[in-house]
């Protein structure tokens, strides 16, 4: 999908007009959260999204041959079948019999990439999250991929004792305390209408509207970031808030919670690339 | 279907749904197998950070929802860790407690060596009223000293308070600041201040 870009420019003078709004404004609580809500709104116009900029990258990247079998990822099975895109994302992380593990997106590409292509992952796994000049192929085929979701609803896959143990797991994770503060993603994501500063809380404790309407939004464009990023970024960045250590990419415990995740949002309607904040 | 079959179906049903339940609550073994693939290249130090202590692991186990046994159990365990100023000082400068308050960082991995830690207390709670951003997963501490007219008392409490919430509170989703040394006797002296000082904004 090409969408046009309007200037990142006017986006970046838009949020600065919101954020003078949100420090100027007096302290009763609901006028800033509607200030809050009108800077979301500007936030969500799709004609104004670079994320499909990333989509764009990662659909050459699919079809390009690459590593030492000169091979494209366009025999990559998600879960479907090989090279079935359509609605794959929106059952991952699943099971997969050829690795005997459940994998999130990352782990599938990283997996085909290894085996498909015979690709130095190396590589491909220092540039996990792009920076300022570097890309993420990981990110922009995860756009790509999770784009052709759109508009499906996100379906857990609860079948398989792996796929039940994973979503067991990432449920205990979510509880688990730990770090110099204390903390557990419950800490910050339990109560309804919470916030940090002035940043919103999800309640991903419950399943339902507010789970799906966050799990239906990744991956999305950080406008703070000027990046796409994906669920492994976002995991990444709340064990840092957390205080934990770094967890490891596409590791086991961030697929669990992920599957957690997925399992109190769905039936929740994929809508991404997303923007935000 | 007779009593006795319809008996017999009902047990193999709770046979089979036995093990499926089983598997709702996964071991502790595996969620430590878990945690140690994800987090198993951090220091040693990092890797006691999030090792829970006896406290912790009980909040962890009950979600926070401790029993009166194990809640007088935490609250005694917690209260030993608790150290009070020698100079038995538990006020310090209010203009400094504003910035252990107003800084959120420290003890994130992103955080380059000798970084200051701050308390973050803005994070949670409202405290100078003309402050508007700041969070409620705590509640509002507006004029915290001027309501208890900067009684003693309460000016003790809120030290132990702050130095381990859970000496007060068990399984309090605040942080214990003092205990897990996140601040120093000093920070938290001013930011006590912060809270107790009558010019400080919070009780203007």
């Not at chain 1, 220092?126 to 784009?147: H, K, V």
């Not at chain 2, 140690?36 to 186990?61: M, Y």
Request: contains cysteine; proline residues 6%.
């Amino acid at each position: 999908m090409k969408l046009p870009i309007i200037g990142a420019a006017v986006l970046a003078a838009a949020m600065t007009l919101a954020a003078g709004h949100l420090t100027a404004q007096a302290p009763p609580q609901d006028d800033s959260e509607k200030e809050i809500e009108r800077y979301r709104q500007m936030l969500s116009d799709p004609f104004s999204n670079p994320g499909f900029l990333a989509v764009d990258r990662g659909e050459v990247l699919w079809a390009e041959p690459r590593g030492a079998k000169k091979a494209s990822l366009e025999a990559c099975d998600l879960g479907e079948g090989p090279g079935k895109l359509d609605g794959a994302f929106a059952k991952l992380p699943r099971y997969f019999a050829d690795a005997d593990r459940v994998m999130d997106t990352e782990q599938r590409l990283l997996w085909c990439m290894d085996t498909l292509q015979g690709l130095d992952t190396k590589d491909v796994l220092a540039r996990r999250f792009s920076g300022p000049g570097r890309a993420s192929d990981l990110e922009d085929l995860t756009a790509f991929i999770a784009n052709k979701s759109s508009g499906m609803k996100i379906q857990p896959q609860l079948s398989h004792p792996k796929e039940i143990e994973m979503a067991a797991v990432g449920e205990e994770l979510f509880y688990r305390r730990g770090g110099v503060m204390d903390f557990s993603c419950a800490t910050c994501h339990a109560e309804e209408g919470k916030r940090i500063r002035l940043q919103g809380l999800p309640n991903l404790s419950v399943a339902g509207a507010t789970a799906q309407a966050t799990m239906a939004s990744w991956p999305t464009y950080r406008v703070s970031q000027s990046a796409l990023r994906t669920m492994q970024h976002r995991l990444w960045d709340c064990y840092r808030q957390q205080r934990w250590p770094v967890p490891d990419f596409g590791s086991d415990s961030l697929t669990a919670l992920t599957v957690f995740l997925q399992k109190q949002a769905a039936g929740g309607e994929i809508a991404v690339p997303s923007i935000k904040r | 279907m007779t009593k006795t079959a319809f008996l017999t179906a009902a047990c193999a049903a709770l046979l089979i749904a036995g093990p499926a339940l089983a598997q709702q609550k996964p071991s502790q073994a595996t969620i430590e197998a878990y945690v140690k693939s994800t987090f198993g290249k951090a220091s040693p130090e990092w890797q006691a950070r999030i090792t829970p202590d006896e406290s912790l692991a009980v909040c962890n186990t009950t979600r926070n929802a401790v029993s009166s046994v194990q809640s007088e159990a935490i609250i005694k365990r917690e209260m030993a860790k608790v150290t009070y100023p020698a100079d038995g000082k538990l006020l310090g400068d209010w203009k400094k407690g504003y910035t252990v308050a107003n800084n959120g960082r420290g003890g994130q991995f992103s955080d380059p060596p000798g970084t200051v830690a701050g308390g973050n207390c803005f994070a949670c709670h409202q405290l100078d009223p003309k402050e508007v951003s700041y969070g409620t997963l705590g509640p509002s501490l507006s004029a915290y000293g001027k309501d208890r007219k900067y009684d003693a008392e309460a000016i003790k409490d809120a030290y132990t308070k702050i130095y381990n919430s859970m000496a007060v509170v068990p399984c309090s989703n605040m942080p214990r600041f003092g205990t897990n040394k996140v601040l120093d006797e000093q920070q938290i002296k001013d930011v006590m201040a912060y809270l107790f000082d009558p010019e400080s904004p919070v009780n203007k």
